[in-house]
C-alpha cells in the first residue's frame, strides 16, 4: 500500500511540473539566451517573448533541461532584478520557476526583427532571424553625426548599391553635389544584412562593426561599406588601418556617368 501511495505521489509530482515547464525541441534553436539571473535590471521592449529554463535541473524527469511558460509582454518590461528567487519575483514574472533554488537563464524569442533590450543599462541587442530583411527607406535628409536608431531593421542592400571597402579602413567623402546616402551590411552580397541607410556629409567614416554606423543586424560575415548612388556622383578616398590614403574613388550618379 505504501509503495503504490508513493508512486501515485511521484505521478502527481510529474504531471504537475509538466504543466510548468518544458522539455528542449527543435523550436528552441530560434532562441537567444541573454543572461543568467542576476542582480542586474533587464528592460525587454513591447511584443518580446521571453522563457527561462535550466539545461540540467535536478528535480525535472532525468534530471534534464526544463524551461517556464513563454510570456508574450505586451509594453515595455522592466525586470528590477533579473531574479526568479527576489523578493519581487512574484510581480515581475507571470511563470512558475521552473527549478526553484538553481540559476536559470533568461531567453528571448527571435522574430524577423531585431530586438534592443538594456542589460544593466547597456543595449543587447537580439538578432532577426537569418534571412529576415525588410526595403528600408532611403533617408531625404542629413544627420550630423549619425546615431542608429533605438529600434534597429533589418535592411536589404538596396538595388544597385555600390561596394566602398569592408572592416578596418575609413572613409572620406570629397565632394558633395547631392546627397551621400552610405549603409553598412554584413554576409555577402546575397545574404547581405545592412544597418539602416544614413546620409552623410564630409565627415571621415570609420567601418567596421563596433564603428558609426553599427554593427551587424542579423547577419554573419565581414562587413563592407556601401554608398546608394543619388542623381550626381561623388568622390571618396580610403584610408587604411596603416594611415595610407588611397586614390580618389568616384561613384557614378543615377543621371550620369562616373568621370
Avoid at 74 to 84: D, E, K, R, S
Avoid at 179 to 202: D, E, H, K, R
Amino acid at each position: 500500500m505504501k509503495l503504490i501511495k508513493a508512486l501515485q505521489l511521484a505521478a502527481c509530482t510529474l504531471a504537475a511540473h509538466a504543466q510548468v515547464v518544458r522539455v528542449l525541441t527543435g523550436a528552441a534553436q530560434t532562441w537567444v539566451a541573454v543572461t543568467s539571473e542576476t542582480t542586474a535590471n533587464l528592460t525587454i521592449p513591447e511584443g518580446t517573448t521571453y522563457d527561462m529554463g535550466i539545461a540540467a535541473c535536478p528535480t525535472a524527469p532525468n534530471g534534464g533541461a526544463v524551461w517556464s511558460l513563454s510570456v508574450t509582454v505586451p509594453t515595455v518590461t522592466t525586470f528590477a532584478p533579473l531574479n526568479m528567487g527576489s523578493a519581487v519575483s512574484a510581480a515581475q514574472f507571470p511563470i512558475v520557476d521552473p527549478c526553484p533554488g538553481r540559476p536559470k537563464k533568461f531567453r528571448v524569442l527571435q522574430t524577423s526583427s531585431v530586438q534592443v533590450l538594456t542589460l544593466a543599462g547597456q543595449p543587447f541587442n537580439i538578432a532577426a532571424l537569418p534571412g529576415s530583411t525588410t526595403s528600408c527607406t532611403i533617408p531625404t535628409a542629413e544627420v550630423p553625426n549619425p546615431v542608429l536608431p533605438a529600434v534597429l531593421t533589418n535592411c536589404a542592400l538596396p538595388v544597385g548599391a555600390v561596394p566602398m571597402v569592408g572592416d578596418g579602413n575609413t572613409v572620406t567623402v570629397m565632394t558633395v553635389a547631392s546627397p551621400v546616402i552610405l549603409i553598412y551590411c554584413t554576409g555577402t552580397v546575397a545574404t547581405a544584412m545592412c544597418n539602416q541607410p544614413l546620409m552623410f556629409g564630409t565627415d571621415p567614416i570609420p567601418v567596421g562593426i563596433n564603428a558609426m554606423l553599427g554593427g551587424p543586424t542579423g547577419g554573419a560575415g565581414a562587413g563592407t561599406l556601401y554608398a546608394v548612388p543619388q542623381v550626381r556622383e561623388f568622390t571618396y578616398t580610403v584610408t587604411n588601418a596603416a594611415g595610407v590614403v588611397g586614390a580618389v574613388v568616384t561613384v557614378a550618379g543615377t543621371g550620369k556617368t562616373g568621370a
